[in-house]
């Protein structure tokens, strides 16, 4: 793997009074900006690129709320929603929360009984549990979510798939999945990393469960419930079902982000536990043409990278394809970034990298 440059990206004071920018999940490119995204709030962040085709800083952050945009499934609307996946198609603009339970951490300064007794502790949180879709307008030459936009003489509107209809429901039957739903997304339990989307397929990768070295991506096909234009449903496949499961033979690893590269998945893959590398980027040939649950390995999955990976940090959580067409380069955001992507004008280190 070559590190052609490292791109920065400088994010407001409110973003980084709620370390959203070390703790990024997610990141999309969309022409002039970059939608980005941090674990700990219920937010999607807009950067701006100094050049669209050659970035090499992303400023004039804005920030969206969720919340005053789709009905969020929380009592308190900044509850964080965990996002973990953006995907930029057609006139939308898709994030997916975790979906996953946490389980308490032991802290330095905790002694005695109260340890174990936090390790024990399972929680989960509402607004994880969410798919939104957003529609993007143009504002002020710039692409931005809207409530609503008009595209062809038909009005788009931004809606949630959340509450009842919310995919742990959706999942609490199936043979594989199922038993992983009560299990803190940390120790291998369900937790949903990356989002993809092709026309009307949406492509979930989940970080775990990983089965005997298999990973996980689901198949929806989402639609607005026409009785109330702010929901989505799942359209049901041929057999009935509402979901598809493709397994990946990714070494073991889990799926910490997707990113389509034409009608190829190029997939970003690390530990589903809470550890250090390694991390990859497979290229699943013709995803997008699957037309059947698919078990995916040999000439359909190649290794196309090794990533860098830190000792307790520099964890690769979001790719993005940028450039033009004749040299389309991968921009990889962390998680957890080391002090020297900490630079000290405020900007976070991001890494651009040739695709082979």
């Not at 989960?124 to 993007?136: A, K, M, T």
């Not at 742990?168 to 990356?194: Q, S, T, Y």
């Not at 910490?256 to 980027?281: I, K, Q």
């Not at 520099?314 to 992507?341: K, N, T």
């Amino acid at each position: 793997m070559t590190v052609e440059r490292t791109v920065r990206l400088y994010l407001g004071e409110r973003s980084r009074a709620a370390t959203t920018h070390t703790n990024l999940s997610a990141v999309r490119a969309d022409g002039p900006v970059l939608w980005v995204a941090g674990d700990e709030t219920a937010t999607v962040e807009r950067l701006v690129a100094d050049d669209e085709h050659e970035p090499r800083r992303y400023t004039d952050e804005t920030s969206f709320r969720l919340a005053d945009l789709v009905p969020l499934p929380g009592a308190d609307e900044d509850e964080e929603a965990d996002i973990e996946g953006l995907a930029r198609s057609g006139p939308f603009l898709w994030a997916v929360g975790s979906h996953s339970l946490r389980r308490k951490q032991i802290k330095p300064h905790h002694a005695g009984v109260k340890p174990l007794k936090r390790l024990a502790r399972v929680e989960g949180q509402d607004n994880r549990q969410v798919l939104v879709r957003l529609p993007i307008g143009e504002v002020d030459g710039l692409p931005t979510p809207v409530p609503c936009v008009a595209d062809g003489g038909q009005k788009l509107h931004a809606a949630i798939l959340s509450g009842e209809d919310n995919l742990r429901n959706l999942l609490r039957d199936d043979p594989h999945l199922a038993p992983f739903l009560a299990i803190p997304g940390k120790d291998n339990g369900l937790d949903i990393e990356g989002i993809a989307v092709h026309g009307d397929r949406v492509y979930l990768g989940l970080r775990g469960p990983v089965l005997r070295g298999w990973a996980f991506v689901l198949e929806l096909r989402p639609y607005t419930d026409p009785a109330d234009p702010a929901r989505l449903r799942l359209r049901e496949f041929d057999d009935g079902a509402r979901y598809r499961k493709h397994v990946l033979a990714l070494d073991g690893l889990g799926i910490r982000d997707m990113c389509p590269s034409g009608e190829d998945l190029l997939v970003l893959a690390g530990p589903s536990m809470d550890l250090d590398g390694p991390v990859r980027v497979y290229r699943w040939h013709h995803a997008a043409h699957a037309a059947a649950p698919q078990v995916v390995r040999g000439d359909d999955l190649r290794r196309e990278l090794d990533l860098p990976f830190g000792d307790g940090d520099d964890h690769a959580e979001g790719i993005a394809i940028v450039g033009p067409p004749q040299r389309r380069r991968l921009l990889v955001v962390y998680d957890s970034p080391a002090p020297r992507r900490l630079a000290e004008d405020g900007a976070v280190l991001a890494d651009l990298v040739e695709l082979p």
